[in-house]
């Protein structure tokens, strides 16, 4: 199986748009959306229920017919060409080994379909399967291997049809937790290796942070933003971005700009003053309404800050860490802390936050404004790319 990968294997969404006819009218599944994936990159598409992740999918596969817009691989328009035709590998939810056949000719089943001899097929297929790890199985029935085999023997079955890109439907969906930290290993190594444009769906957002080169958040089928996990993360584009990427997610107090000069900004939150160094970017005036941002990590309730404190209502413990919520001035607060730290359901803590990593929304659009003025800080390219 060849590995050599060019511009050629670019995958373009232009303008892409998907309708569906109901009784109660036209539903847009897929607003207009554009994205660029390179020829070796891994792309996520994120977002809840909905959102019109898997109709994106379902389109580049040719599994749906786009109501307008291009797809485009490379410079050659595949619109309208029948799946069978695109060269593109689908991975479903569902596994779907046929069960009367040994995993050898579930893998090389592509081929078949292909008219590849028995011989060829099966030599491929033994290549697949040792890229999966799997080569022992191969004389096995689905019935006889474990959830995690069954789940390699259909990435390798993927991997044989040596397609120009991968897309994958929620492949880990229906797995236990730690079979999904392991075969989500083992696609990233499988992409890695096989060097190909592979689109992932899920509305998982730490599967998307923790495999992708870039993500793309959609929500009411357009896109919020695409970018890096790191880009994300720090410097989500908008209110939507902010809630959903992180866990635990961000927090939120309103608040309204009181003064704004060189020297920084003040905001009202809570009638408390809160003086904030804002990046260059920052355009805000008097007058304001925000919503002020920060991550649970960058919360203290040791040190006092503008005033604010809460009653520890739940403390959770994650990993090497405890995740304390705190119900009071600011309404609902969660904040990371140290396992050691001898926190208690019931205590009166101060709440205070590291203005330096702070983001600043528009309340009434939910647009980032601006962050807090930490070297680290560059704004996160927003939009379709």
């Given at each position: 199986m060849s590995q050599t990968t060019s511009t050629a294997n670019s995958i373009t969404i232009d303008t892409l748009r998907k309708e569906f006819n109901t009784p109660d009218g036209t539903?847009?599944?897929?607003?207009?959306?554009?994205?660029?994936i390179g020829p070796e990159e891994f792309l996520t598409l994120v977002g809840p229920s909905?959102?019109?992740k898997t109709t994106t999918l379902r389109c580049l596969a040719g599994l749906e017919t786009p109501t307008s817009g291009e797809i485009r691989l490379g410079n050659r328009d595949v619109s309208d060409?029948?799946?069978?035709?695109?060269?593109?590998?689908?991975?479903?939810?569902?596994?779907?080994?046929?069960?009367h056949m040994k995993i050898i000719d579930n893998i090389a089943y592509p081929l078949k379909v292909r008219g590849v001899s028995t011989q060829e097929r099966h030599e491929h297929a033994k290549e697949a399967a040792e890229i999966m790890q799997i080569?022992?199985?191969?004389?096995?029935?689905?019935?006889?291997?474990?959830?995690?085999?069954?789940?390699?023997a259909a990435l390798a079955r993927t991997v044989v049809q040596n397609p120009k890109a991968f897309l994958m439907d929620e492949p880990l969906s229906?797995?236990?937790?730690?079979?999904?930290?392991?075969?989500?290993?083992?696609?990233?190594?499988?992409?890695?290796?096989?060097?190909?444009?592979?689109?992932?769906?899920?509305?998982?957002?730490?599967?998307?942070?923790?495999?992708s080169d870039r993500i793309a958040v959609m929500n009411n089928g357009g896109i919020e933003q695409i970018g890096t996990p790191n880009e994300l993360y720090n410097e989500p584009a908008n209110l939507f971005v902010a809630q959903?990427?992180?866990?635990p997610s961000m927090n939120f107090a309103d608040g309204t700009v009181e003064t704004v000069s060189t020297d920084g900004v003040s905001v009202s939150v809570d009638e408390r003053i809160v003086d904030l160094s804002l990046n260059a970017e920052a355009d805000l005036s008097m007058g304001d309404e925000v919503v002020l941002g920060f991550r649970p990590e960058t919360v203290s309730l040791d040190t006092a800050g503008p005033g604010f404190e809460g009653e520890i209502t739940l403390i959770e413990r994650i990993d090497d860490r405890m995740l304390a919520t705190v119900e009071g001035d600011l309404g609902e607060i969660r904040a990371t802390v140290s396992a050691d730290d001898p926190l208690n359901v019931g205590d009166v803590v101060?709440?205070?936050?590291?203005?330096?990593?702070?983001?600043?929304?528009?309340?009434?659009?939910?647009?980032?404004?601006?962050?807090?003025?930490?070297?680290?800080?560059r704004r996160a390219k927003r939009g379709a790319e």
């Open positions: 539903v847009v599944a897929v607003d207009s959306i554009h994205i660029e909905g959102c019109g060409l029948p799946a069978n035709k695109r060269d593109f590998a689908m991975m479903f939810q569902n596994i779907a080994l046929y069960p080569t022992d199985l191969l004389n096995k029935y689905p019935g006889e291997v474990s959830g995690g085999q069954r789940q390699r229906d797995l236990d937790a730690k079979l999904k930290v392991e075969i989500r290993k083992e696609i990233q190594r499988v992409h890695q290796r096989v060097k190909r444009p592979t689109v992932y769906v899920t509305h998982d957002q730490e599967e998307a942070m923790t495999m959903f990427i992180g866990n101060p709440i205070s936050f590291d203005t330096s990593h702070i983001h600043v929304f528009d309340r009434d659009t939910g647009e980032h404004i601006a962050s807090g003025d930490r070297p680290s800080t």
